[in-house]
């Protein structure tokens, strides 16, 4: 609950959480600035909820006698902070049952006797395993609670920023923000509302996102003045974030030697650049002795990069990695490099090919604290796209794989559609057919081989894989994303970069629980039911009633919000459609097109390029078919957009009647808030039923079986 209209929202964090651990006796054990996170986030529960917490004495007594336990319902001890109080040290069998391992972020929990133990590898698995004591609730202390074990698929669970220093003229505050200003900045100058930062360190934490970066991608003069003169403000965010275990990354510009060194060039092979960049780089670290690394947007969209020196993106990429490796820092470097100054009347120059085409031949170049960031698709974050082929293609890379939080194309916040079960789809996704490796084995650096894949031993000298990176979705708002529902994809975006195994279905479960406890809602019951109901399949209702089979991109070219069929056709972005009288469809074929299915390997490269064997929802990728196409669901492909478009708008006209079942049982600021929200998703829901159905009855001259109305 909220209660004050203007108080920020707890999110994911709503106090009532807490009552299961803040009502019970709990024993802190272990020693470090993160433990000393712990002890007041306990501290805090049970001064709240009545319950006591003590921490044990540390340094040991010097007998080394392990401290009397006395009465506790909960022990949270740090593996190695001397010698174990006694449930705790009777968990370690435990551990060694399972084979030992839990690893820094790790954690184990029992049950000893009476005592539910919560044993971790680290201080970090700690604090993760407080988290997530928060969201078992009353289950942790129950005496069935089965031993459990924990510990990240992924290493690397970063958000990246859009966030401008000073108001971009276009993009604003936030690029492609969609939920008020930064956190970080306003006007030109940092926020230095750190209580906000810190919250929002919190939630993070307890989603188990280790990583952000700060600054936006496309760095702007102010912004890359962040590395060097105004160094201090991003030190005060780091210290402000280091207390929950979050490492901060920066956004820099490639150019940075000549703007802010005044260095002729930035050659990446240039002697006088390797040394700007490696004094610039340790004084950050002496600022920020934990930083992060940097993450490089070049080549790209107008930003500086090593082409520009005939240099290859290798050379640019190793530039910083040798001046951050000294350090323990690393490079994101992004691979989505593409020509943004197309021709729409060249149909052989195809932008879902250009990120592989850049990079694949690179594989190998890269130091090993170089990681490369693959957006999950070809082409930009739309709501269907394959998975990108050049995740499959870089064995000796470190592969990060990136995801958009934000919601640029998925209806911007304004929409509710939780994309767990898309970036689920994903990250299960076996590029090499059933017998290979998932896309979150890339990511984690542990995938198997398939039939043509790649086999381990080339990935031997890369350490743990490139993790999961995301675009993050906040801003200072009071519900954090603009729509309180849209937290929820914050959630499942670290949930997932935790353990990408999860069940979406189950994240929006803990989610829920987290964010309106049962004791917070008049009817706890209804409230879940309904959440379900709204948010469950929302990013397939969102697919249905905006671009069709995979098309993407007709949205409106400056806000990309609502419907333009055509607003990108005729541009130099590289996003076309190709809809004529006949058909539509973007033919990416080896036998008659662009040649991009020949990026897969082996079975999908064969799939794709097969109009019978390619699957419905990607059919007009592909290729480009007659609107009298026969899917796989024995719909025309004509027929499917109607039927589609009509059945995605009727969806959210439920979505909204349903939310408002919950008037008067959950908070009224958040009630109102998103049925503002689901106000403005149908009227926009109507108008891309409605031009998108118009479009290609007026092109295709095909009517609708069912004779529903068609403009
Ligand atoms: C930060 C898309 C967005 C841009 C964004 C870019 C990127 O093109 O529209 O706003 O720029 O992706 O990922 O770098």
Redesign the pocket.
């Known amino acids: 609950m909220i209660g004050d209209e203007k108080a920020v929202h707890p999110a994911w964090l709503a106090p009532e959480a807490f009552r299961p651990l803040g009502s019970r006796r709990v024993l802190v054990h272990g020693d470090g600035p993160l433990v000393d996170t712990v002890l007041t986030e306990v501290t805090l529960a049970c001064a709240r909820f009545g319950g006591r917490v003590r921490r044990s004495a540390y340094p040991p007594p010097p007998e080394g006698d392990p401290e009397p336990t006395g009465a506790v319902d909960v022990v949270l001890a740090l593996r190695w902070a001397g010698p174990l109080p006694e449930p705790a040290a009777r968990a370690v069998a435990a551990l060694h049952e399972r084979g030992g391992g839990i690893g820094d972020e790790g954690f184990l929990l029992t049950r000893v006797d009476e005592v539910t133990v919560l044993l971790a590898g680290g201080p970090a698995g700690l604090l993760y395993g407080l988290f997530h004591l928060v969201r078992l609730g009353a289950a942790a202390y129950s005496p069935d609670l089965a031993t459990q074990r924990h510990r990240p698929g992924l290493r690397r669970r970063m958000l990246n920023h859009?966030d401008n220093v000073s108001c971009h003229p276009v993009?604003g505050q936030v690029?492609?923000g969609y939920a008020g200003g930064s956190i970080f900045w306003r006007h030109g100058a940092a926020r230095r509302d750190l209580a906000r930062v810190r919250a929002y360190a919190r939630l993070l934490a307890a989603a188990g996102i280790n990583a952000i970066s700060v600054n936006?991608?496309?760095v702007g003069p102010v912004e890359a003045r962040l590395l060097t003169d105004h160094l201090g403000d991003v030190a005060e965010i780091a210290d402000t974030l280091r207390p929950y275990g979050i490492r901060l990354h920066l956004s820099v510009s490639f150019a940075a030697p000549v703007t802010l060194g005044g260095l002729a060039t930035a050659d990446p092979l240039d002697e006088k650049v390797r040394a700007w960049w490696a004094t610039t780089t340790r004084q950050v670290y002496e600022r920020i002795p934990d930083f992060g690394g940097y993450v490089v947007?070049a080549d790209?969209?107008g930003q500086p990069g090593p082409f520009t020196y005939g240099r290859s993106h290798a050379d640019g990429a190793n530039l910083l990695a040798e001046a951050l490796a000294p350090l323990g820092g690393v490079v994101h470097w992004?691979a989505?490099v593409y020509n943004h100054h197309q021709d729409w009347r060249d149909r052989s120059t195809d932008r879902a090919r250009a990120a592989y085409d850049h990079f694949a031949p690179l594989d190998g170049d890269f130091r090993t604290n170089v990681i490369l960031q693959v957006?999950y698709g070809p082409i930009?974050?739309q709501a269907r796209e394959p998975v990108s082929p050049v995740i499959t293609a870089m064995p000796a890379t470190r592969l990060a794989v990136e995801f958009q939080v934000t919601q640029?194309y998925t209806g911007q916040q304004r929409h509710v559609c939780y994309l767990g079960p898309h970036w689920s789809e994903i990250l299960r996704f076996h590029p090499w057919g059933p017998d290979g490796g998932t896309v979150a084995e890339i990511a984690a650096g542990t995938a198997t081989p398939g039939p043509t894949g790649y086999t381990d031993p080339s990935r031997s000298g890369l350490g743990h894989g490139g993790g999961m990176v995301a675009v993050a979705n906040v801003g200072d708002d009071q519900f954090w994303c603009g729509h309180p529902l849209a937290q929820a994809n914050l959630y499942a975006y670290g949930r997932l970069a935790w353990d990408p195994g999860l069940e979406p279905r189950t994240v929006l479960d803990e989610w829920i629980d987290l964010t309106f406890p049962p004791g917070s809602t008049a009817d706890p019951d209804l409230v879940r039911e309904t959440l379900h109901e709204i948010m469950g399949d929302s990013w397939h209702t969102y697919e249905r009633y905006t671009a069709p089979l995979g098309v993407g991109f007709m949205v409106d070219p400056d806000g990309?919000y609502g419907p333009n069929v055509d607003g990108y056709e005729y541009s130099r972005w590289g996003t076309y459609h190709h809809a004529d009288r006949d058909g539509v469809g973007v033919d990416r074929t080896r036998a008659t097109g662009t040649g991009y299915t020949g990026q897969y390997p082996y079975p999908w490269s064969e799939v794709y390029e097969s109009v019978e064997r390619c699957p419905d929802e990607l059919l007009l990728f592909f290729h480009h078919v007659p609107y009298a196409h026969v899917l796989h669901n024995g719909s025309t492909v004509i027929q499917h957009i109607y039927d589609t478009h009509f059945a995605g708008f009727e969806q959210v006209e439920t979505m909204r009647r349903r939310w408002r079942r919950l008037r008067g049982t959950i908070d009224a600021p958040v009630f109102t808030r998103v049925a503002e929200r689901l106000d403005e998703q149908l009227r926009s829901a109507r108008e891309w039923r409605d031009q998108i159905n118009t479009y290609f009855y007026r092109k295709s001259g095909v009517p609708d079986e069912r004779g529903r109305r068609i403009y």
């Open positions: 859009w993009m690029e492609r936006n991608v496309n947007k790209s969209e992004r989505f957006k930009d974050f640029e990309h």
